[in-house]
């Protein structure tokens, strides 16, 4: 069972940066294990934002978000990251963490149901 845990999130200006923070933890498999970014907006269906492989070599974004988010990790300390730039008021929105194992594919679209462990969440909110 594996335990993940966000922090980061705050109160931003619009143009701002924000860094996300997942931990995992507890007993979970890397052999193909998957580590992503949702978020969701008062009103709003969960999305997807980013995700990452465990080796790190292969990540997919939102077009939403292309080119000013970028996902990264740090295997030893089992953390996934979320560098957010160019934040806009749209991006306001509770973003969560998610784990599960499947294999990688660039031509995959990511959705909430393909993950089965999520973390609590961390509440961004960026002011026009």
């Known amino acids: 069972q594996v335990q993940l845990v966000e922090s980061g999130g705050g109160l931003v200006q619009a143009g701002g940066s924000l860094r996300l923070a997942c931990a995992a933890s507890?007993?979970?498999?890397?052999?193909?294990?998957?580590m992503a970014w949702f978020r969701q907006a008062p009103g709003k269906e969960r999305e997807f934002v980013a995700v990452?492989?465990?080796?790190?070599?292969?990540?997919l974004y939102a077009d939403t978000v292309k080119g000013r988010f970028t996902i990264s990790k740090d295997n030893l300390k089992n953390m996934v990251y979320l560098q957010m730039n160019s934040l806009k008021p749209e991006d306001t929105a509770v973003y969560y963490c998610?784990?599960?194992?499947?294999?990688?594919?660039?031509?995959?679209?990511?959705?909430?149901?393909?993950?089965?462990?999520w973390g609590q969440g961390t509440q961004v909110t960026v002011s026009s």
């Open positions: 998610a784990v599960d194992q499947r294999v990688f594919s660039s031509t995959w679209k990511p959705k909430p149901s393909d993950f089965g462990s």
């Open positions: 507890g007993r979970f498999s890397t052999i193909s294990t998957i």
């Open positions: 990452i492989t465990w080796s790190g070599r292969s990540t």
